[in-house]
């Protein structure tokens, strides 16, 4: 579903870059990302261990932890800027502005609280409503999400809910500050398979039914991707190298990595032990090459390559693609729509 | 894959059953995580073992290496009554069976070089020392993909691929006929699943080993298996070759795995079967009659009450439901929520695939 470009999007980063101070120097885990979420929409931050989806989608809110640093950039939401607002401000827009659901389920919930209370407690600190009102609209929450039987269920603990209700329950928290964006981190990484089928419909179905105004989801399962997700942002080594529409990207990936990573999935139509790899491994953002930084594992990277500083070409489908080789080839095959 | 040959490993009405409770509140029962269970492994196959977590899968296993004792059954290894054996009898046998975890990084001892670490096995077994030690362990790093300079690093100083890589030398290093991998690539990423599996291939075709490969990701099974079992609490429901289980699985519990399995495209996305209602049962209260019946969408008044064998319903293959005949046939006696479902709404838009999850039974 892509969505005409020229309404204001509803979430907006520019030109993000998050650093991160180690014994061995300092590391960028975010360089310069610029991107939007648009009103209905989900949109999918993918990438592999260390390629900083998770420090950039702390970074929306502020929240990355030291030694990570918001070095520079803006994040925009209905067209206020985030990032420079006084703490106690900033504070009011956690949750209700853009809420997160953390990649844990079973350590985010507080083990000695009933789970109504936990969820009591996000009503209140967003709207003056009595005790007896946010017990109500706790209930309603747990319903909304699937939760069977949510009147004796809001009075029960963490513990008396299996993985699959504790993820629920957390979207239900984050749903009760009525939250115009939802950052969910990994929703289904530590959930049998299948349950992940369930979840990835309720996140679906709360955008489609407007429970959400749009729904940011980073993962590294491609399957997550294809399932739920309108659009989609793969990031490698702290950059974004491919932005697409998510039938496009699957169809018809255009950087080398993006490529190699839907290629490398397993499939039984693949001869066995012949699956496609990537060479190497995940760069350490310490020692990062010289460069696009996938250039020494790239099967197309020429002698331009170590030298290139990284930009993301503007495609005519909306797509971005940083690849200096594919955008020679993309010239070379359609002349005029070429820059 | 003819049954000509006597399998490498024999494992019949094989069980497992923990002490549950007991403790602070008085509660006690029997955890039946491996409850009755028959399987075959020849000598180079590579057999996948699925399941939800809660399945006994990882239990059996251990099981099968002898790891931990089982409550009853048998297991016979290259004709050889492992449960009978003690002492130095056992150890020669472990010689030939090796496990592979799922995290390498916590099965490794943090304070050991790689050295040491691939070559224990070699020292314990009494199977080289020296240099010839140190050529043997170099050989085997090559042989999974590591550089010789490996050796004098710690296992924190490697990623998980590279980790996953040592504990598979370490693994090899004593020639093993049998391997018992669990879930080797759950926790790598994408780009380095596919490495590790192929590499795990490449030693399977160069030594013959084989594998009894425990996964959820029926995907990474499909690939890589000649021959997969479904488990549900504690027990085998389904068992056949890889290939034909895909193509058409026959119990109402694969069928719910293989619809549940996130798609590879979105294309795939659009057409979903109706999921699983619930979640896997408490393993201390077994259901009556047919341990599936209550999650199953066709489930009928024999299904409560008589609990079916693991029969053979073609050659090969083998299935514990009273109703695969007529589910297979598209005629199941009660008319069940299951089959290909169009999502509703237009492209992904349509949501709600069925029953909310009732979970009741698996706390406390």
Not at chain 1, 99 to 121: F, H, K, M, T
Not at chain 2, 329 to 352: I, L
Request: aromatic share 4%; charged share 25%; net charge neutral.
């Amino acid at each position: 579903m892509v969505r005409p470009m020229s309404a204001a999007p509803l979430l907006e980063v520019r030109g993000l870059t998050v650093e991160f101070r180690r014994d061995d120097g300092v590391v960028r885990a975010a360089e310069r990302l610029s991107f939007r979420v648009d009103r209905g929409e989900i949109v999918g931050l993918v990438g592999e261990s260390g390629s900083g989806k998770s420090a950039t989608a702390l970074s929306l809110l502020r929240l990355v932890p030291p030694p990570g640093r918001i070095v520079s950039g803006t994040v925009t939401l209905e067209g206020k800027e985030l990032l420079s607002l006084p703490e106690k401000e900033l504070r009011r827009h956690r949750g209700a502005g853009i809420a997160y659901i953390p990649q844990e389920p079973g350590s985010a919930l507080n083990p000695v609280l009933r789970v109504g209370a936990q969820i009591v407690d996000v009503v209140r600190a967003h709207r003056s409503v009595t005790r007896a009102e946010a017990w109500r609209e706790a209930t309603l929450a747990l319903e909304r999400v699937g939760i069977p039987d949510p009147t004796s269920r809001v009075r029960e603990y963490p513990h008396q809910f299996s993985g699959g209700m504790k993820q629920r329950a957390l979207i239900a928290m984050a749903l009760a500050a009525r939250p115009k964006v939802l950052l969910a981190d990994e929703p289904t990484t530590a959930l049998d398979t299948t349950l992940q089928a369930g979840i990835v419909d309720l996140l679906r179905s709360l955008v489609v039914g407007g429970d959400l105004g749009a729904m940011l989801i980073i993962t590294h399962d491609l399957g997550v991707v294809a399932a739920v997700c309108d659009r989609v942002i793969v990031m490698y080594a702290g950059r974004i190298v491919e932005e697409a529409p998510v039938d496009t990207l699957f169809a018809d990936p255009r950087h080398p990595y993006t490529r190699a990573l839907i290629e490398s999935l397993p499939r039984p139509d693949v001869e066995r032990g012949c699956l496609p790899t990537i060479s190497g491994q995940v760069p350490d953002l310490a020692r990062l090459p010289s460069g696009c930084p996938f250039h020494p594992r790239c099967g197309l990277a020429d002698e331009r390559c170590p030298a290139w500083e990284p930009e993301l070409f503007p495609l005519p489908d909306g797509r971005r693609v940083a690849c200096i080789v594919e955008e020679d080839r993309r010239g070379a095959r359609e002349p005029e729509l070429a820059r | 894959m003819s049954g000509s040959s006597p399998p490498l490993v024999e494992v019949r009405r094989l069980a497992k059953h923990f002490p549950a409770g007991g403790g602070l509140f008085g509660r006690s029962g029997l955890v039946r995580a491996v409850d009755g269970v028959d399987l075959d492994v020849r000598s180079g196959e590579i057999v996948g073992l699925v399941g939800e977590s809660g399945s006994g899968k990882t239990t059996l296993g251990r099981l099968v290496l002898r790891l931990i004792e089982p409550t009853s059954g048998s297991v016979h290894f290259d004709g050889v009554d492992v449960l009978s054996l003690r002492g130095g009898e056992l150890r020669r046998l472990r010689r030939r069976m090796q496990l592979v975890f799922q995290d390498a990084s916590s099965a490794l001892n943090p304070r050991m070089k790689v050295r040491t670490l691939v070559g224990e096995p070699l020292v314990i077994h009494k199977i080289s020392r020296g240099s010839a030690l140190r050529a043997k362990v170099a050989e085997l790093l090559s042989e999974v993909g590591l550089d010789e300079s490996a050796m004098e690093r710690y296992p924190h100083e490697f990623s998980g691929g590279q980790r996953q890589r040592i504990g598979i030398a370490r693994a090899l290093a004593v020639r093993p006929d049998f391997v018992v991998c669990d879930e080797p690539v759950s926790a790598l990423d994408v780009s380095v699943q596919a490495q590790i599996v192929n590499l795990l291939v490449e030693l399977q075709r160069r030594h013959g080993i084989a594998y009894l490969f425990i996964a959820h990701d029926l995907s990474v099974v499909g690939h890589l298996c000649d021959r997969v079992a479904v488990m549900y609490l504690g027990r085998i429901v389904e068992h056949g070759s890889a290939e034909s289980v895909r193509r058409e699985p026959l119990h109402p519990y694969t069928r719910a795995l293989f619809a549940a399995t996130l798609p590879a495209s979105p294309d795939e996305a659009r057409r979903v079967h109706a999921p699983l209602p619930g979640e896997i049962p408490s393993p201390v209260a077994v259901p009556s009659g047919c341990r599936f019946h209550t999650r199953c969408p066709f489930a009928a008044e024999r299904c409560r009450v008589e609990d079916p064998p693991l029969r053979e319903v073609s050659p090969g293959r083998l299935v514990a439901c009273h109703l695969a005949e007529e589910i297979a046939a598209g005629r199941p006696p009660s008319a069940g929520a299951e089959g290909a479902v169009e999502r509703s709404g237009g492209g992904r838009g349509g949501v709600s695939r069925g029953m909310p999850e009732d979970d009741r039974g698996t706390t406390g």
